[in-house]
């Protein structure tokens, strides 16, 4: 691609499958499109359904919640409702332009502050009221790029203006934003972070402080809990451990607590060890909170 977006063809590859095997899905065929990685329909089921054709399903919004007996607010339309009642993440697009969520953070990298505006200034002011309404609301960029676009998105012959043309509204959620930008986090070095360690002489070094990386798994999670307290229900999670939970709730519960007065966050966990240890939830939020 001649363009100002880069992914490598790993990446190309892996979004032109997912076309392929949703194209297929909409065309009432249920298999998996030749691929490199021999992967057949089946072999696991969450990439069968992220590539499913879920326009069957009506939209989570098009639903009456059983404890207000309103329709279940979902902005966004990042839900669905299954077959069986229950509600499906509504996961058909990929995320672009994924360096746009995290200006503040790299403005912080970069000079060690968020803005360099006097105290006393309305711009000082007017930069953290738009920052306190982010982290309250979330922030929107041009950033989603829909299945049925992808194949025009990565052709060689299209322009990077018919591009920015292709990618729509994304929203993520205030925690999320808050994450990105204010959460620092103990993690795997990136390429420009492993070049300054190896001219430090410290190659050895696995881990550094820094601001976590977007992850698509991060936007479902937020997402997950905006939807869940707005439509007043109760949630259950199953995850694998050591992918940065105690970071993501100690951030939640922190900004939760800085920005609305009266409320309070309760945490808890079998070993008093995995609230207090260092790295934990309950420290990572105190963190955050000072």
Same mark, same amino acid.
Not at 38 to 44: H, L, S, V
Not at 56 to 65: L, N, V
Not at 112 to 118: I, S, V, W
């Given at each position: &691609?001649?363009?100002?977006?880069?992914?490598?063809?790993?990446?190309?590859?892996?979004? &032109?499958?997912?076309?392929?095997?949703?194209?297929?899905?909409?065309?009432?065929?249920?298999?998996?499109?030749?691929?490199?990685?021999?992967?057949?329909?089946?072999?696991?089921?969450?990439? @069968?359904?992220?590539?499913?054709?879920?326009?069957?399903?009506?939209?989570?919004?098009?639903?009456?919640?059983?404890?207000?007996?309103?329709?279940?607010?979902?902005? @966004?339309?990042?839900?669905?409702?299954?077959?069986?009642?229950?509600?499906?993440?509504?996961?058909?697009?990929?995320?672009?332009?994924?360096?746009? $969520?995290?200006?503040?953070? @790299?403005?912080?990298?970069?000079?060690?502050?968020?803005?360099?505006?006097?105290?006393?200034?309305?711009?000082?002011?007017?930069?953290?009221?738009?920052?306190?309404?982010?982290?309250?609301?979330?922030?929107?960029?041009?950033?989603?790029?829909?299945?049925?676009?992808?194949?025009?998105?990565?052709?060689?012959?299209?322009?990077?203006?018919?591009?920015?043309? $292709?990618?729509?509204?994304?929203?993520?959620?205030?925690?999320?934003?808050?994450?990105?930008?204010?959460?620092?986090?103990?993690? =795997?070095?990136?390429?420009?972070?492993?070049?300054?360690?190896?001219?430090?002489?410290?190659?050895?070094?696995? =881990? /550094? &402080?820094?601001?976590?990386?977007?992850?698509?798994?991060?936007?479902?999670?937020?997402?997950? @809990?905006?939807?869940?307290?707005?439509?007043?229900?109760?949630?259950?999670?199953?995850?694998?451990?050591?992918?940065?939970?105690?970071?993501?709730?100690?951030?939640?519960?922190?900004?939760?607590?800085?920005?609305?007065?009266? /409320?309070?966050?309760?945490?808890?966990?079998?070993?008093?060890?995995? $609230?207090?240890?260092?790295?934990?939830?309950? =420290?990572? &939020?105190?963190?955050?909170?000072?």
């Amino acid at each position: &691609m001649n363009s100002k977006y880069e992914f490598s063809q790993d990446a190309i590859d892996n979004f &032109m499958f997912i076309h392929a095997y949703w194209k297929n899905s909409c065309d009432g065929i249920n298999a998996a499109p030749e691929n490199k990685w021999g992967y057949k329909r089946g072999d696991i089921p969450f990439i @069968d359904y992220l590539c499913e054709d879920k326009s069957k399903y009506p939209k989570a919004s098009e639903g009456i919640s059983y404890i207000t007996n309103k329709h279940l607010y979902d902005p @966004d339309n990042d839900f669905l409702i299954g077959n069986s009642g229950g509600i499906l993440m509504n996961i058909d697009f990929i995320v672009i332009n994924i360096e746009r $969520l995290s200006k503040a953070a @790299d403005t912080f990298d970069e000079y060690g502050t968020y803005c360099d505006y006097d105290p006393s200034t309305p711009a000082y002011e007017s930069f953290w009221q738009r920052e306190t309404s982010r982290r309250k609301k979330g922030v929107f960029i041009k950033a989603k790029l829909y299945y049925k676009d992808i194949p025009k998105f990565f052709d060689a012959n299209t322009t990077d203006e018919e591009r920015e043309s $292709l990618l729509q509204p994304l929203r993520i959620a205030g925690a999320d934003y808050t994450y990105l930008n204010y959460g620092r986090i103990e993690r =795997t070095p990136n390429d420009k972070e492993r070049a300054r360690l190896k001219r430090e002489g410290a190659e050895h070094v696995e =881990t /550094v &402080m820094g601001f976590p990386r977007y992850w698509d798994g991060d936007y479902w999670n937020f997402k997950i @809990d905006e939807f869940i307290a707005n439509n007043k229900f109760h949630l259950t999670k199953a995850k694998a451990r050591r992918k940065g939970f105690s970071y993501k709730r100690g951030s939640q519960a922190a900004n939760t607590i800085n920005l609305f007065p009266n /409320v309070t966050v309760t945490l808890a966990a079998d070993q008093l060890a995995y $609230l207090t240890d260092k790295g934990a939830t309950t =420290t990572f &939020m105190a963190k955050k909170m000072s």
